[in-house]
Antibody
Framework: ERQMVESGGGLIQPGGSLRLSCVGT????????MNWVRQAPGKGLEWISV???????TYADSVRGRFTMARDDSKNTIFLQMNNLRVDDTAIYYC????????WGQGTPVTVSS | QTVVTQEPSFSVSPGETISLTCGLS?????????PTWCRQTPGQAPRTLIF???TRSFGVPDRFSGSILGNKAALTITGAQADDESVYYC??????????FGGGTKLTVL
């Protein structure tokens, strides 16, 4: 079973930036599709981005231009750089492995508030 | 704007068989959308049950099955149990690497 650990969440003011990390603890991240999925308080799941094994990134309309995925193979880690954060970006952010989102991390909470 | 549709809620009695569905606001769901189902209980991370229409994830009991029914994807739970109470989400691949989740179905086992 593939396992990941997310970190980097916290409280940030609107317009600020935050970088989330997700380290693969039982597998090699660079050989897998890796996604970020978020869940606003009391709401459903929202897929926001993916990075392929080849490094190609794709984003949902809601975050394109503000969020950027990257990968550091030496650290077996993927990142989500979030810029120009808005109140409605407040959510738990899950790192999810696989083209089909097979394995989920436990999530890291992000709160955007003044 | 494409929307993935799910029943907002569903009630079932223990032992019954139900099918939750997942549709598209524009057009039919096909295997090319790779319908994937996960479930989430309060305070927990989601867990994927079924991917690519009908493949069960590791450790998922065969009471859970996926299919295409008409123009929608379906998750069938055979012999519902009390601990099946969860919110069930489907997600569809819309092409170009983009996925979209439905709003989720809250299943109550009465």
């Amino acid at each position: 079973e593939r396992q990941m650990v997310e970190s980097g969440g916290g409280l940030i003011q609107p317009g600020g930036s935050l970088r989330l990390s997700c380290v693969g603890t039982t597998f090699t991240v660079k050989t897998h599709f890796m996604n970020w999925v978020r869940q606003a308080p009391g709401k459903g799941l929202e897929w926001i981005s993916v990075i392929s094994g080849g490094g190609t990134t794709t984003y949902a309309d809601s975050v394109r231009g503000r969020f950027t995925m990257a990968r550091d193979d030496s650290k077996n880690t993927i990142f989500l750089q979030m810029n120009n954060l808005r109140v409605d970006d407040t959510a738990i952010y899950y790192c999810v492995e696989g083209f089909y989102s097979n394995y989920w991390g436990q999530g890291t909470p992000v709160t955007v508030s003044s | 704007q494409t929307v993935v549709t799910q029943e907002p809620s569903f009630s079932v009695s223990p032992g019954e068989t139900i099918s939750l569905t997942c549709g598209l606001s524009s057009g039919s769901v096909s295997p090319d959308h790779h319908p994937t189902w996960c479930r989430q209980t309060p305070g927990q991370a989601p867990r994927t049950l079924i991917f690519s229409t009908n493949t069960r994830s590791f450790g998922v009991p065969d009471r859970f099955s996926g299919s295409i029914l008409g123009n929608k994807a379906a998750l069938t739970i055979t012999g519902a149990q009390a601990d099946d109470e969860s919110v069930y989400y489907c997600t569809l691949h819309l092409g170009g690497g983009i996925w979209m989740f439905g709003g989720g179905t809250k299943l109550t086992v009465l």
